[in-house]
């Protein structure tokens, strides 16, 4: 199946970063239980001289791999909650299956309301998944509303979903609070279109934050009951849960939001970095410099943790930049949590020694970033190839699923407007 190459074969001028390679442990009831996988990340193994993805390295053919989706949301600049929670797992993952990246502005409808805001979000969240490493030569990154048949399937999922399923999820009761001057049906079906997004490419892998994993279950029990109806179509999706399945805030104490604000932005630049990381709330019963520290409840020493590897193994497919090669990372970490429990390292200079580390890592993503933004005719075309390829795949998706439910049969366009509105 063609991929939307250049004529020489690659996307000209595009560099994915090196990300993690990924060891998952598969199956219902593994590490994470039923319904959930876990990720381990290795060295990356690919050979001396073969080249990065965006240069060349040949994509494995779908069909020899699981098929894996996530929708992005594009929601505004994202955090490094967003970052370690899913963004990691989901360039992980594409090494390993067919991946399906979209960025899901019908989602998005439910609480933006502005057409140019809408196409500005959605650019915005294509550049920062290319930026950390998403790759068109492995994944298929497209935007959702370019693949209306995203729209039919929820429809026909709907028809065999019980209300009681949406009105009772604990994700709608909490979007009610948050926008409670607007309570539209398109929250309470929400998870209804998530899951119609995910089988539609009959993923067996969905890499998610913690916060998700209801859905996915949602998902679940929803493929369960339309195969119980129709017979035997779509594979049960499992969440995928990355080293860092929940990031707490600067606070401490809640999940890093952006409407909390309590969140440190992936491209922030580098004095924004350090003012956030500077505010962290540490080891509330390290009151002195010299006060033994308990590095098991500092959310300082946690985020140390997932930007500084604790084996030079790890390290090395830790993505980004590092300050200094993954052994020194690994030895600073355990000199850094010595320190700390016996008063020898205060608050100040651990935070200051975290936003260095953050810093380093981040760094090669912003430049990426700011590189891709001066192309954009370029991740138009992305974006537009990828979409035409996930409409083919759709396209035979939904044949079966009119076939299965007495629905006429069409003949679908291929779509591919890219982010930039038609």
Known sequence: ???????????????????????????????????????????DRREQGQGSPGQGAQRKEPETRPRAFSGIQSSGR??????????????????????????????????????SELRRLTREAALDYLAVGLDPEQSTLFRQSDVPLHTDLCWVLATVTPLSWCVHLPTFKDKKKDQAGDVNLGLLSYPVLQAADIIMYKAVAVPVGKDQVPHIEFAREVVRRFNSIYGET??????????????LGIDGTRKMSKSLKNHIEIFASREELCARVGTMVTDTEKVRRGDPGHPGRCNVFSLHRHFRPESAGAAQGAGGGA???PGELAADLAE?????????????????????????HLAPLRERRAELATRPGRVDEILAACAARATRVAAATMDEVRAKTGLGRITYGVAGGGAGGR
């Open 1 to 43: 199946m063609g991929y939307g190459r250049t004529r020489a074969g690659t996307w000209a001028g595009f560099q994915a970063p090196r990300g993690e390679c990924v060891d998952v442990d598969a199956g219902p009831g593994g590490a994470g239980g039923a319904g959930v996988m876990r990720l381990a990340t290795e060295p």
């Open 78 to 115: 994202l955090h490094i909650g967003n970052y370690l929670g899913a963004m990691r797992p989901q360039v992980a993952l594409q090494k390993t299956h067919d991946a399906f990246y979209a960025v899901v502005d019908y989602h998005a409808l439910t609480s933006v309301h502005d057409a």
């Open 234 to 247: 779509f594979p049960e999706p499992q969440a995928v849960l990355g080293s860092a399945p929940l990031v």
């Open 323 to 325: 300050e200094g090669g």
């Open 336 to 360: 850094i949590s010595a320190s700390c429990t016996e008063g020898k390292l205060g608050c100040v200079e651990c935070k200051r020694r975290l936003a260095g580390v953050i810093d380093a």
